[in-house]
């Protein structure tokens, strides 16, 4: 096997919740949603990792984060030359709040269920995610 064509970056997320379950997802400057996280930083540790993405992402402030992963997702993004397989391990999060302040990386956040994420443009990632809901 090429070990390039088995390389992956991890990316940690959060799952953040409503009171139905609904989970958050946040659009990005270029109009396709994704859920909260990003690239896990060597040596970071996941609360870490979180923690700092949240905070760069949407300025909100991390009050929980589960330790063991919830979800596990693989995903083929073959448009992306550098980083064409995206590995993600979904953590349960909880926010002291939802006033966000917007960013590049996060302009909008809302919650979806498994069907009304449809009516969405999603990175693939998130569509992957849905397929074990």
Known sequence: MDIKKAW???SVKALIYN?????L?????NWVWDIP?????HWE???????????????LEVTY??????????????ESKTRPWLV???????????NFT??????????FNKETVKSVKTIVNVDEFVKQL
């Open 25 to 29: 997802l946040c659009k990005e400057d």
């Open 102 to 111: 917007p960013s590049d990386e996060c302009i909008e956040i809302k919650f």
């Open 45 to 59: 540790s996941i609360d870490v990792c979180i923690t700092r993405e949240l905070q760069e992402e949407m300025w």
């Open 19 to 23: 009171d139905e379950w609904d989970f």
């Open 37 to 41: 996280g990003g690239w896990l930083d």
């Open 65 to 78: 984060i589960n330790t063991i992963p919830k979800y596990f997702v693989t995903a083929h993004k073959p």
């Open 88 to 98: 993600n391990v979904f953590y349960e999060v909880k926010v002291k709040n939802l």
């Open 8 to 10: 992956y970056r991890v």
